[in-house]
């Protein structure tokens, strides 16, 4: 099924309308994957599926782009930086420690989508951090974070990356 809106509303937004898509549907999970060639799609599907497949009591699955057995020696240093310090604000402002707190490569029970406020969330590039913020505040949730090969991407990346940086801060510092 393909959902195409009339403009573009965000990246945010496209990952809502999947999620409101999928929350009428009887499947089990929901999976984020990025096709932009800074991760293989397929070894990364194998390897979400494969943990729920291993752990089925788990929740949510993320892959973290700095555990310690991932590679990012293909990842620019800026982004590398950038993402520490986004790391530690995030368990600081949020009480939240994980890995990767801006992943968006995920795997997701279905029925704990509905338990955050998703709907309620930045249509643009911020809407990851905060998902994963409000997943890992739900009560009882069991997560497994899995480690990911990561190289920036051929193409040039469209987000503006110190703009997106003082979002992200303001939207920590509010939590906070």
């Known amino acids: 099924t393909l959902i195409q809106h009339k403009s573009n509303y965000g990246y945010g937004c496209s990952i809502k309308s999947g999620f ?3 929350s009428s549907k009887t499947v089990s999970h929901v999976m984020i994957i990025h096709g932009d060639n800074q991760v293989d799609p397929a070894w990364l599907m ?3 599926i494969g943990t729920v497949k291993l752990k089925p009591d788990t929740d949510l699955v993320l892959a973290s782009r700095f ?3 991932s590679s990012i020696e293909n990842y620019s240093i800026l982004r590398r930086l950038g993402n520490y310090f986004f ?5 600081f402002c949020s009480g939240h420690r994980m890995s990767d707190s801006g992943t ?3 795997i997701v029970r279905n029925d704990i989508i509905n338990k955050v406020p998703f709907r309620n969330l930045s249509n643009s590039w911020q809407f990851h ?3 994963n913020i409000l997943l890992y505040g739900v009560p009882g949730i069991r997560i497994a974070e899995i ?3 990561w190289a920036d991407s051929e193409a040039d990346s469209t987000v503006p990356l110190f703009r997106y940086g003082l979002i992200l801060l303001k939207m920590l510092l509010w939590y906070w």
């Open 46 to 48: 194998e390897k979400l």
């Open 20 to 22: 409101e898509y999928f």
């Open 129 to 131: 951090p905060q998902l």
């Open 67 to 69: 555990k310690p057995e």
């Open 147 to 149: 480690p990911m090969d």
């Open 87 to 91: 790391n530690a604000m995030t368990t």
């Open 104 to 106: 968006a490569m995920i």
